[in-house]
Every structure is written in structure tokens, then in C-alpha cells.
């Protein structure tokens, strides 16, 4: 157990419809990440946050949408997604962005099947 | 921009023997952290092990140990006494510090991972 959670385990959506995905963390770290974890691909850096604000997207197409309400809770609110996007996301949190030495804490993720 | 390249993409070892893992990086920097991540079936990644590139000596934990060397920048991974619960993907993964010259403090980059088997 890292002390990140992701929910849901398991997801499947059609190409129009609309699912958020959730990470909570508690380490009381202040960054957080999304990635895309697909098959034999290395993984992909999404979307940062530092203290709940946005610091990096990495050329991310609009159908993902990330909220960080709080330094706790990270959401990613997907929407018209293409097959292509059927892969496993992860979350994970350090302590803050800018420290190299950090260790990533990673949920178990959400598989995602786009149909 | 860095790279870091894990050339196998699956490994068998039986229990109790030693595997290493193999890992090279393409950077023009000096300062830098190496890690490797394990994911076992349950998905969730977990760190193994950590290097600072300017420490010469090899990490170690426990039954893992490293060969870093960084002219040939190269980052393998030894595994002692393989058990059962080793049996995971692993990923080596790269980041810089951003107190190089010129440079930037990136993020982690990851290698495409090795899938490490366990017989018993």
C-alpha cells in the first residue's frame, strides 16, 4: 500500500460518453501526476499539479480534462475518447515538484477500455 | 532530450539465482537521479532502488544492487536470491536534477520496462 488510491480499478466507456476518473493521497504531499501506461510503450507524463495548480500538460488532447480540487485529490474527466485511448492510467504524488531526488507514489491505477 | 532504453523486454530467472537487468540513458548531463520501479501483477509501481549520479558508489537494498556506470552510462539492476514475489515488470526510469548548466529540471522519464519472470 503506497497511499495512493485510485478509483475506479476498472472502467469501460463508449466512444460518447462522459467518466471521471479519481486519485486520493495520504502522505500529505503537494504534487501530483497522471500518466498513460500503454503496452510496450514507456509511460507517457500527462498532466502535473503543484500546490493544485497546473504545471505541466504534456501536449494532452482536450477529450482529457484534469481538476485538482485540493493538494489530496486529483480527477481526470474524460469525454468523446477514441479506442485508442483504451490503456491504464496512474496517479502519483511527491512531495513536491521540484525536488529530482523525490520518489514517485503511485495508485494501482484505472484500466481504461474505450469500446 | 533524454532517453533511456531497457533492451529486454522480458527475463526469466529460477529461484533463489541472481538475474541483472539491463539499462542504458542517453543524456548530456552530469547531474541526475536514476531509479528502478517494480510493478508487480497488482499494478501498483513501487520504488526498488535510487542513484545519484554523483556518488560513485552503488546503491544497494537489501538483495538489489546496481552497476552504475555512468561514462558508459549504463544502470543494471541485480537481483540476489530471486523469490516468487520478484516477479514483476521493472522500469528504470531518469531525471535530472535541472543544476546542470544550461540545463532544465525535467521530469521522470521512463524506459519501456522488462518483464521479470520467476521459476521455482
Known amino acids: 500500500e503506497t497511499g495512493v488510491t485510485q478509483t475506479p480499478r476498472h472502467l469501460v466507456m463508449g466512444m460518447t460518453n462522459k467518466k471521471s476518473l479519481k486519485c486520493e493521497q495520504h502522505?500529505?504531499?503537494?504534487?501530483m501526476y497522471w500518466y498513460k501506461q500503454s503496452a510496450k510503450k514507456p509511460l507517457e507524463l500527462m498532466f502535473v499539479?503543484?500546490?493544485?495548480?497546473?504545471?505541466e500538460n504534456n501536449s494532452v488532447p482536450s477529450r482529457f480534462s484534469p481538476e485538482c480540487p485540493n493538494s489530496s485529490h486529483l480527477f481526470l474527466h474524460l469525454h468523446t475518447l477514441q479506442p485508442e485511448d483504451s490503456a491504464l492510467y496512474l496517479c502519483?504524488?511527491?512531495?513536491?515538484?521540484?525536488?529530482?531526488?523525490?520518489?514517485?507514489?503511485f495508485g494501482a491505477g484505472t484500466r481504461l477500455s474505450v469500446l | 532530450a533524454q532517453t533511456v532504453t531497457q533492451s529486454q523486454p522480458e527475463m526469466s530467472v529460477q529461484e533463489a539465482e541472481t538475474v541483472t537487468l539491463s539499462c542504458t540513458y542517453d543524456?548530456?548531463?552530469?547531474?541526475?537521479?536514476l531509479f528502478w520501479y517494480k510493478q508487480p501483477p497488482s499494478r501498483q509501481m513501487i520504488l526498488v532502488i535510487r542513484?545519484?549520479?554523483?556518488?560513485?558508489q552503488n546503491a544497494t537494498e537489501n538483495r538489489f544492487s546496481v552497476n552504475f556506470q555512468k561514462a558508459a552510462k549504463s544502470f543494471s539492476l541485480k537481483i540476489s536470491d530471486s523469490q516468487l514475489g520478484d516477479a514483476a515488470m521493472y522500469f528504470c526510469a531518469y531525471r535530472s536534477t535541472g543544476r546542470n548548466y544550461g540545463g532544465s529540471q525535467g521530469n521522470l522519464i521512463f524506459g519501456k520496462g522488462t518483464k521479470l519472470s520467476v521459476k521455482p
Open positions: 543524456t548530456s548531463e552530469s547531474d541526475y537521479y
Open positions: 499539479y503543484n500546490f493544485k495548480e497546473q504545471t
Open positions: 542513484q545519484e549520479a554523483y556518488k560513485q
Open positions: 502522505l500529505g504531499h503537494n504534487a
Open positions: 502519483a504524488s511527491t512531495p513536491g515538484q521540484r525536488v529530482a531526488k523525490n520518489i514517485q507514489y
